[in-house]
């Protein structure tokens, strides 16, 4: 008999991951079943297997690439960190970070971590990492907890019998700085702290061939935030920069629909469409702080003249 609120929740969430993960016998069988894809051709063909989904692959605007470009260079580790920028609401980005660390635990058995730049944009992520398993191709056998849970784990071992996990990280420098995934996927980082960046950035590591990688994505609205610092990093340390919007992923190559498209742009302002949809550099106009003209205030001659008096003027500290 069911007495509380909370016994009723606890059958239901038992129940749920006992019709997806039937029994440890099955796991071993069906696990190999899981294949490692080694191309993009075998990537792309895994994703539609399982999900029934297809990753734009056109770039249209000059500069930009494309989200299966992204995608595939983060799945294969082409280099230790890459950045994405996209457009706000109609890149999908956390909806195709998500994808990425799904396929990255099932088929590379690799553990990651997921941060977002608050505690609402790591639920988001989450949310789409659950619609996942409700897919009727999706392999549910490998379900081994709840797969709402901020940490989903898989009935998948590494070769030194440990788990393979999917956790949604909360906002903090606690949870920043415990484990060590091999892989990292950080979502909005214009909203994060560029110290919570900083320790998180420090969690990957590569074991058992399957190298560390971190993928930074977010839009960048901000003139002098995280994103504009990460970016000047990647510059300085050639990190590759996958940068994309609503051309890329428009139809007919691509899930947006042209009535989608103008009623988003109906409802928000010019200065926000202008910077987070179009992808046009933040500027720091209409602030109650401009820090170019306080700069400026610090930027004068060494040395001046008073009265036939030379004076020596420190630089600021």
Not at 300 to 309: A, L
Request: glycine share 6%; aromatic share 8%; proline share 8%.
């Amino acid at each position: 008999m069911i007495d509380q609120p909370g016994d009723l929740f606890d059958v239901m969430r038992d129940e749920l991951i006992q019709r997806l993960a039937p029994d440890d016998t099955a796991i071993e069988r069906l696990a190999p079943t899981i294949p490692k894809p080694e191309t993009e051709d075998e990537l792309a063909a895994f994703l539609w297997d399982t999900l029934r989904v297809k990753i734009p692959k056109t770039p249209v605007t000059p500069g930009h690439t494309c989200p299966w470009a992204a995608f595939c260079d983060a799945y294969f580790a082409r280099s230790p960190v890459i950045v994405w920028v996209g457009a706000r609401a109609v890149a999908g980005k956390s909806y195709t970070l998500a994808m990425l660390a799904w396929v990255e635990a099932l088929t590379l058995r690799a553990s990651v971590s997921i941060l977002g730049g608050s505690g609402d944009q790591s639920k988001k992520v989450l949310s789409y990492l659950t619609s996942f398993w409700q897919r009727p191709t999706a392999p549910k056998f490998v379900l081994a907890s709840d797969p709402s849970a901020s940490r989903i784990r898989l009935a998948l071992t590494k070769p030194d019998n440990e788990p393979v996990e999917i956790l949604a990280l909360l906002a903090s420098q606690r949870a920043a700085r415990g484990g060590h995934p091999e892989r990292l996927r950080l979502d909005e980082v214009d909203e994060m702290d560029w110290d919570l960046y900083k320790a998180v950035s420090l969690q990957p590591m590569g074991r058992h061939g399957v190298p560390s990688h971190i993928v930074i994505s977010s839009t960048h609205h901000k003139p002098n935030g995280t994103m504009t610092k990460v970016l000047a990093e990647a510059r300085d340390k050639g990190w590759p920069i996958h940068r994309w919007g609503y051309e890329e992923t428009l139809e007919p190559h691509g899930w947006l629909t042209q009535v989608e498209l103008v009623r988003k742009r109906s409802q928000v302002t010019a200065e926000a469409w202008r910077i987070e949809v179009e992808m046009e550099e933040p500027s720091a106009e209409g602030r109650a702080i401009m820090t170019n003209l306080v700069e400026a205030m610090f930027v004068g001659p060494e040395v001046v003249v008073v009265e036939g008096d030379e004076y020596e003027i420190d630089a600021p500290v």
